[in-house]
């Protein structure tokens, strides 16, 4: 497996006390495959996938990448993991504002030492970027800037994307678009997906699918 969750739950405390989130979730992602995590708003999809790439601590539980449990990585091997084999797109695309799109799209990859210009062409070109690598991120469109932090995401040549809502500020149409691209390229990679989603209609466009309610996986 690439990734396992074992018996992963998590608590945070609140001003009224703790507030358990995830209560023993336990899952299973394989390399190249990919999968929907759904559930209502405040059902802890975005725990989990912060939880999955390193962002976080569980209260207990075991989260593996590779077999290996990521809380036994020391800091560095833990910054390398983040850097290196995952990539990461939000619903608020998160570029950098003071960089224009070819720096955006090489931010990751150069934190990581794995800088390609010729895998970094060829990921401008397929998201249909080449002719905007000079402008910034508040002079693009949000379906552009979506995909310029997949681009980014990519550009390590992740193991593991981990897509919180990647659709959720783009109308329909744009969405769809958008999704397709980051399927391809996932699929051309060979990279997993874990992609959080709102929308059944998304998420039969992905391989497998689970729903978290009440803090366990169904
Ligand atoms: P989802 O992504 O499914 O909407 P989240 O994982 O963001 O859910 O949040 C799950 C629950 O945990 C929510 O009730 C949220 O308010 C709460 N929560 C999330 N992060 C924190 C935090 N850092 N401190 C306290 N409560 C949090
Ligand atoms: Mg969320």
Redesign the pocket.
Known sequence: MLLELRDVSKT???GEGP?Q?LRGVSLALAAGESMALT??????????LHLAGGLDQPDSGAILFEGRDIAGLGDAALAEFRRASVGLVFQQFNLIPSLDVEANLAFQARLAGRHDAAWMRLLAERLRLTSLLERYPEQLSGGQQQRVAIGRALGVRPQLILADEPTGNLDEATGDAVLELMLALQAETGAALLM?THSSRLAARLGRRLH?ASGRLG
């Open positions: 945070y405390p609140t507030l989130v559930g209502e708003s405040g059902s802890g999809k975005s725990t989990l959080v978290l």
